[in-house]
């Protein structure tokens, strides 16, 4: 836990960087962008995202999980599985590729009444998607090189720094609507032109297309193994994505674009999650290979308390003070619709990180079988709920299916772990995590100043004594702990 530790700081720093650039852009883009063009944008990531999952099929996870076998037994030069990630990739790319041509009648049925933008940039959505493909296949091998950090700054903070500078760029009137799109198309070639160079200079831009004695000794396993899981990471992506996609299609994309302004600022909540991951995959998937189930045991309880612990903290400000901060910031009063989604998604983001990285457990271990099977499930629910409860609750009840989607989701995996391995993430400890930040909430709750200003300072304030005091205090999550005392103690060298 130590490796992700150190460097799930560094990386936790750059992302709370890029999520304040990105707030900046999310604010400036809420007040002074066209909701639909800026529904577009999310409309773009969506397709980007489902098209990434068919076009790699499934070689991504099937690299995180048998990567620690090619470094073990072979030399940079002779290892060729990423040089097998490459292939399946652009075959699957060319297979998706067909796919858009013949998909774009329904789409322009679908989308052309409330979604005209989709329609008229629908050309776009593959170039993209392309880019997009190859940024993600790169950043998961540099992740397996254990280069996590760059690519973290890339996807984090290079990503919302250009993004800004096009909405600054759109609002000042030197871009029109067409040269904005055509813009942010490219985005991610340069992200990924920018990636290529460091992996190149770091000596990393080494592998081999000529197939090796630990593929043939492996290939059976990989083969079962990617056959099944693409099929699971495939619905996974649809389900995650169906929506914003049914969204826009009956809604249209400006209401897109308030329900993607709210799932913003509920992500504020996974911050320390995408860079826990990153870092603990390969970390995990070697434990499996050394069958060492109690670090994978202390990788599943720590990494749960620590998430959680931040998760309560940020989701209870968020729910304290949203009212105050939307009047502080005159947001538009389409964004006020979005403000029971954060309460959703707020609850459901919290409860995504209580369990840790229970998903990472299963893909890298031998039973990623299971993977498929759940996945399966939540997307069995999700999509229904998604359609059923966006007709009858509007854009809040897309939250609402997708908060009963992942907690069925979450006890299916959780329940798999403990019956089949007995792990399991929770103690003691998290039960009185959740009470300090229950009753921090109740304390503050009843705190009412006029002045919105001093409302959120005073709040924000107490709550964060009372619940980190308390965490810290009764030591409540070793990680905290030892983050909180290695700043301390670096702090206190450099006053000396």
């Known amino acids: 836990m130590g490796i992700i530790r150190n460097q799930s700081i560094k990386s936790s720093i750059i992302t709370y960087i890029g999520f304040g650039i990105g707030g900046l852009y999310t604010l400036m883009v809420a007040k002074l962008v066209d ?4 529904g577009l944008t999310r409309f773009f990531i969506s397709v980007a995202t489902i098209v990434f999952a068919v076009s790699n099929m499934g070689s991504v996870a099937m690299m995180n999980k048998f990567f620690p076998y090619y470094r073990d037994l072979l030399p940079p030069a002779k290892r060729d599985i990423f040089g097998i990630v490459l292939i399946l990739c652009g075959i699957g790319f060319l297979l998706s590729l067909a ?104 000596r990393d831009l080494i592998f081999s297309f000529r197939i090796s004695r630990v593929t043939r000794k492996l290939a059976r396993r990989m083969i079962s193994f990617n056959a099944l899981l693409y099929g699971g990471a ?84 968020i729910w304290l003070n949203v009212h105050e901060v939307f009047r502080i910031l005159a947001i538009p009063e389409i964004y006020y619709e979005g403000i029971p989604v954060i309460f959703y998604l707020g609850i459901m983001r919290t409860l995504e990180m209580s369990f840790g990285v229970n998903s990472q457990i299963i893909g890298t271990s031998n039973h990623w079988r299971f993977e498929f ?36 989701f979450s006890l299916v995996r959780f329940s798999f772990l403990w019956f089949k391995f007995r792990l399991q993430p929770f103690t003691l400890k998290t039960l009185y995590i959740l009470l300090a930040g229950l009753a921090g909430y109740l304390i503050c709750y009843f705190i009412r100043i006029d002045d919105p200003y001093l409302s959120v300072i005073v709040r924000s304030v107490l709550f964060t004594g009372i619940f980190a005091g308390t965490v810290l205090y009764f030591g409540l999550s070793k990680d905290v702990t030892e983050g909180y005392e290695m700043i301390m103690r670096r702090l206190r060298r450099k006053q000396r």
């Open 234 to 317: 495939v619905l996974s992506v649809v389900a995650s994505n169906i929506d914003n996609l049914s969204i826009s299609s009956v809604e249209g994309l400006s209401k897109g674009f308030v329900f993607e302004f709210s799932t913003y600022i509920s992500t504020l909540i996974l911050i320390p999650q995408r860079s826990t991951i990153a870092i603990a995959v390969p970390v995990l998937a070697k434990a499996w290979k050394d069958r060492d189930l109690p670090a994978i045991q202390s990788i599943y309880a720590r990494s749960s308390t620590t998430m959680f612990t931040y998760a309560m903290l940020v989701f209870i400000l």
């Open 35 to 38: 909701p639909d063009i800026a």
């Open 99 to 202: 796919g858009a041509y013949f998909l774009q009648d329904l789409v322009v049925r679908k989308y052309g009444t409330k979604s005209i933008y989709v329609v008229d940039y629908y050309y776009l959505l593959m170039p993209f998607s392309f880019f997009y493909l190859l940024f993600s296949v790169f950043e998961n091998y540099s992740y397996n090189q254990y280069k996590s950090i760059y690519p973290i700054f890339l996807k984090e903070v290079g990503l919302r720094v250009l993004n800004l500078i096009m909405a600054i760029l759109l609002i000042a009137g030197l871009f029109s609507v067409p040269a904005y799109v055509w813009s942010y198309t490219g985005i991610y070639a340069v992200l990924f032109v920018v990636l290529i160079i460091y992996l190149y200079r770091q």
């Open 373 to 408: 099977f759940s996945t399966l499930i939540q997307f069995s629910i999700a999509i229904p709920l998604n359609v059923t409860f966006l007709k009858m609750f509007g854009i809040q009840g897309n939250a609402m299916a997708n908060l009963l989607s992942l907690t069925v």
